[in-house]
């Protein structure tokens, strides 16, 4: 049982360059999300998927785009990456609960450099 | 704006003894809590989750929540040298199921 696999786990880009980075799990969780982790900053969320066919903006949606392909996969796709886009980014997922919130699983992160 | 807020630490507390992690939330309506525990250059882990006021404990681990305070607070018994790393307070928003995390509290567990 894999869990969260996020790939790739290292990436350096050039400034104007795109990328999409890849999400699946394999828990049969209806929820993912993309956070961004940087220092000082906290993880904050980007982009999450309540349910397969449904995107939402979280805090910093901007600069991003998602898509939910399936129950299992979420990808995150940067147009034109801009340094400041550097940083840890980190895929999870959720089941639902019965009306509690069920903690998230995350993947093992991709270390994102953009120069 | 959610916000969640915690001491940055570094907390450095002697093997063996108890560490106390805090946590405050600005969102009145959270309903989910979580704390996750994060070592350098790896994912954050769950540790504990609680849903209703008062304390849970799970081993060496005890959450407490004070619903009315905005507060929620780890307490890490027998603290062990495995225990340093980075923990991370997680609060849902008010009806959905996203997460807020707070910047997170470094503890270094002195053998």
């Known amino acids: 049982n894999a869990g969260v696999t996020q790939t790739p786990k290292f990436q350096v880009l050039k400034t104007g360059q795109s990328m999409t980075l890849q999400c699946a799990q394999d828990?049969?969780?209806?929820?993912m999300y993309w956070y961004r982790q940087d220092p000082g900053m906290g993880l904050r969320l980007i982009y999450y998927?309540?349910?397969?066919?449904?995107?939402d903006k979280g805090e910093v949606p901007n600069g991003y785009n998602v898509s939910r392909l399936n129950k299992r996969e979420f990808s995150l796709r940067l147009e034109s990456a801009a340094p400041s886009q550097t940083s840890v980014y980190f895929c999870?997922?959720?089941?639902?609960?019965?009306?509690?919130?069920?903690?998230?699983?995350f993947g093992n992160g991709t270390r994102l450099t953009v120069t | 704006q959610k916000e969640v807020e915690q001491n940055s630490g570094p907390l450095s507390v002697p093997e063996g003894a108890i560490a106390s992690l805090n946590c405050t939330y600005s969102?009145?309506?959270?309903?989910?809590f979580f704390w996750y525990r994060q070592y350098s250059g790896k994912s954050p882990e769950l540790i504990m989750s609680?849903?209703?006021?008062g304390d849970k404990e799970d081993g060496r681990f005890t959450a407490q929540l004070n619903k009315a305070s905005q507060y929620v607070s780890l307490l890490i018994r027998d603290s062990q040298p495995s225990d340093s790393a980075t923990y991370l307070c997680?609060?849902?928003?008010?009806?959905?199921?996203?997460?807020?995390f707070g910047t997170g509290t470094r503890l270094t567990v002195i053998p």
């Open positions: 999870a997922s959720s089941a639902p609960s019965g009306g509690r919130n069920s903690p998230l699983h």
């Open positions: 828990m049969n969780h209806n929820s």
């Open positions: 998927s309540a349910s397969e066919g449904t995107t």
């Open positions: 969102d009145r309506g959270s309903q989910s």
């Open positions: 609680i849903y209703s006021n």
């Open positions: 997680a609060v849902t928003e008010t009806g959905a199921n996203n997460l807020f």
